[in-house]
């Protein structure tokens, strides 16, 4: 039997980058997170952060260290949700918006992770 389980980003400083993203996803650091791996629970699955003593950054959207992976997150309006994640420490790299208003945002977290801000026609919040 197979259970995913974590979903694991490499960092210079764990409870810096978990503080991070838990104010972006509004939820806390899980107990018994420390500097070399903290974590913030989603049921039964965890998003990590493990400690790498010589972390380099991945350099998007050029390929001398390649990203690897990145975080979608779904939201109702850009803005407010832009004007956040920014001023938490992101930082906006490119805008794939269309003149609906639907379409995404790649921003780079603190320490260099791409993550998006989406906004897809037809998602449903329920």
């Known amino acids: 039997m197979l259970k995913f389980t974590d979903f ?3 960092c210079p400083d764990t409870m810096a980058l978990a503080d991070f993203y838990a104010k972006v996803v509004d ?58 994640v920014v001023e938490l420490g992101a930082t906006l790299q490119k805008n794939f918006i269309g003149p609906e208003g639907y379409g995404w945002q790649v921003y780079t977290d603190p320490v260099g992770h ?13």
């Open 27 to 84: 939820r806390e650091i899980a107990e018994g997170s420390d500097e070399m791996w903290a974590s913030i629970r989603f049921g039964d699955l965890y998003l990590a952060f493990q400690r790498v003593e010589h972390y380099r950054p991945p350099t998007w959207p050029g390929d001398e260290h390649p990203k690897q992976y990145h975080l979608d997150f779904e939201v109702d309006e850009f803005e407010p949700e832009q004007r956040r």
């Open 114 to 126: 791409p993550f998006c801000l989406c906004r897809n026609k037809g998602f449903d919040w329920s």
């Open 8 to 10: 694991i980003i490499d």
